[in-house]
């Protein structure tokens, strides 16, 4: 064979592949999008539940249910807060929510639209009772810009909350050891 066919062998071969590997790419993201209607309820500021299954808003991260925010030299329920405004957006009639990914904890991952086609994402981080997680920062920058919800005073963002209850949770489990080890207990 000469030089020249082998390298048009190897050419089409490389084309081949790289052919096949993109089909493949596509059918690995090409996932069924999972559409759910109903009375949903709001577990916290950005995860829903209707009946046995869990829900979590993408792009979205809610104060945890018992954060509490600061507003005016005072403390103020945010989480809860967050779960009342999260619970009357999707009261309306025709709420739909639809994803095709889950995360760890096996929630379905949802962009959900009211029955008049508002996304209830976007319109938790527009009245400040969520931060933007990925993808909605124009939302977020309303909402800094109108001191709406969270944005009216002071804050410790979700994931920094859930990272310091899961550090106090592995040094309580450790003294707690300790302690047993040691007899203070």
């Not at 979205?60 to 945010?78: F, H, T, V, Y």
């Not at 405004?85 to 929630?107: I, W």
């Not at 933007?132 to 009216?152: D, F, H, M, Q, V």
Request: glycine share 12%.
């Amino acid at each position: 064979m000469t030089r020249d066919l082998r390298l048009i062998r190897d050419g089409v071969t490389a084309f081949a592949l790289l052919v096949l590997l993109a089909l493949i790419a596509v059918k690995i993201n090409d996932g069924e999008t999972i559409k759910r209607a109903g009375a949903f309820h709001a577990a916290d500021g950005d995860s829903l539940t209707l009946g046995g299954e869990r829900f979590r808003l993408e792009g979205i991260d809610a104060p945890e249910l018992n954060q509490s925010c600061e507003r005016a030299g005072k403390a103020w329920a945010c989480g809860r807060v967050a779960r009342e405004a999260l619970q009357e957006m999707v009261l309306a009639s025709g709420t739909l929510c639809q994803g095709d990914r889950h995360d760890r904890y096996d929630r379905l991952l949802v962009v959900c639209r009211s029955g008049t086609g508002g996304d209830i994402n976007a319109g938790m981080v527009r009245r400040g009772m969520a931060v933007s997680y990925g993808g909605y920062g124009e939302e977020e920058i309303e909402a800094r810009a109108a001191k709406a919800g969270l944005w009216a005073g002071t804050f410790e963002r979700p994931r920094d909350v859930r990272d310091h209850a899961r550090q106090e949770t592995i040094y309580g489990d450790a003294l707690r050891f300790i302690g047993r080890i040691v007899g203070w207990e």
